[in-house]
């Protein structure tokens, strides 16, 4: 059983930046690959930004390409999703997701495909 924390969110204004937090326990982090979803009021939660077990492979979602940047530090059982040139359009809860690799290379984007979740973090953005 792996829990998941997630922290970092806040108010910014629009232009600024925030860095999440997601602190892992109970599990093999280093098994893990790590995905950042977001769940905007009245909207299904949407895949983010994914990073595979190393670190060396990430995927992000067209809306935060280019903005965003996922990492991960192994020996914290960490990962971080640094949000620059924020939106209001970016505003939700942040959730992170942990996905078991099982010899698996794939980065998965679908929320059903994940096994762990934490409770979120608000990130609003005004404009």
């Known amino acids: 059983q792996v829990q998941l924390v997630e922290s970092g969110g806040g108010l910014v204004q629009a232009g600024g930046s925030l860095r999440l937090s997601c602190a892992a326990s109970?599990?093999?982090?280093?098994?893990?690959?790590m995905g950042w979803f977001r769940q905007a009021p009245g909207k299904e939660r949407e895949f983010v930004a994914v990073i595979n077990l190393s670190g060396t492979r990430r995927d992000y979602s067209d809306s935060v390409k280019g903005r965003f940047t996922i990492s991960r530090d192994n020996a914290k059982n960490a990962v971080y999703l640094q949000m620059n040139s924020l939106k209001p359009e970016d505003t939700a809860v942040y959730y992170c997701?942990?996905?078991?690799?099982?010899?698996?290379?794939?980065?998965?984007?679908?929320?059903?495909?994940?096994?762990?979740w934490g409770q979120g973090t608000q990130v609003t953005v005004s404009s």
């Open positions: 109970g599990g093999t982090f280093s098994s893990y690959f």
């Open positions: 997701g942990a996905d078991l690799a099982t010899r698996r290379l794939t980065l998965r984007r679908q929320v059903y495909e994940y096994d762990y």
